[in-house]
């Protein structure tokens, strides 16, 4: 178990519609990762969140928005949604921080169907 | 814009036999590297590290990785595969460095499968 809690870990949806994948961090650590992984374009940064503010963005479709709340857990809101929004989103925490010690836990994934 | 490029997407081999994942990345700036794995049924986790220092790195189960500045890479070696090591294994690279805003990109992964 690596601490990190991801919920729900199945959603099966229809096209424009809107989700919302929740993910709670390991206790303690201040940063959460987004990540999107499809069959065919592997693992994708989307979006990071260190202590509630954003702080760095990856290949985040303007579709799709997240927030750190004040309890560090974050939520990933994907909105019109389309069949190619089908995937596994990951949320992995960290220390966060820069410090050398850091490395990311991941959630076991929320699986996206979007029919 | 970086990238991690792994090149083999499915390798097999027996199992003794010798193993060796190629990464290269695309970044200027200096990078913190990292090779995740995700076991069968299991959480990617992390397999070893590099921050700086000696560019030869020692991970769980053996595995061990280089960071050679010059070509940009830090593959993946283990002398002796077992069965166990069935898995995807992830490059990753972190930039900037020591920063509490970075991205974590990763490589596409690369399936070893393992023949008992």
């Known amino acids: 178990d690596s601490g990190v809690t991801q919920t729900p870990k199945h959603l099966i949806t229809a096209t424009g519609q809107r989700v919302t994948l929740r993910c709670s961090p390991r206790?303690?650590?201040?940063?959460v990762y987004w990540y999107q992984q499809s069959l065919d374009q592997g693992l994708q940064f989307l979006i990071q969140?260190?202590?509630?503010?954003?702080?760095a963005k990856g290949n985040i479709l303007e579709r799709f928005s997240a927030q750190q709340f004040p309890d560090l857990h974050s939520e990933l809101n994907l909105s019109s949604l389309e069949l190619g929004d089908s995937a596994l989103y990951f949320c992995?925490?960290?220390?966060?921080?820069?410090?050398?010690?850091?490395?990311?836990?991941f959630g076991s994934g929320t699986q996206l169907s979007v029919l | 814009a970086q990238s991690v490029s792994q090149h083999n997407h499915h390798v097999i081999l027996s199992e003794a036999a010798s193993l060796e994942l190629g990464c290269n990345y695309s970044?200027?700036?200096?990078?913190?590297l990292f090779w995740y794995v995700q076991y069968p049924g299991q959480h990617l986790q992390l397999l070893l590290k590099?921050?700086?220092?000696?560019?030869l790195v020692k991970g769980i189960k053996g595995f061990e990785a280089e960071f050679i500045k010059s070509k940009f890479s830090f593959n993946l070696r283990k002398p002796s595969v077992q069965w166990s090591d069935t898995a995807e294994y992830f490059c990753a690279v972190k930039s900037p460095p020591y920063s509490s805003a970075s991205k974590i990109i990763f490589g596409s992964g690369t399936r070893l499968s393992i023949r008992p």
């Open positions: 992995a925490s960290s220390v966060g921080g820069g410090t050398t010690n850091e490395k990311l836990f």
């Open positions: 206790s303690g650590d201040l940063s």
């Open positions: 969140y260190y202590n509630g503010e954003e702080r």
């Open positions: 970044y200027g700036g200096t990078v913190n």
């Open positions: 590099y921050f700086s220092g000696d560019p």
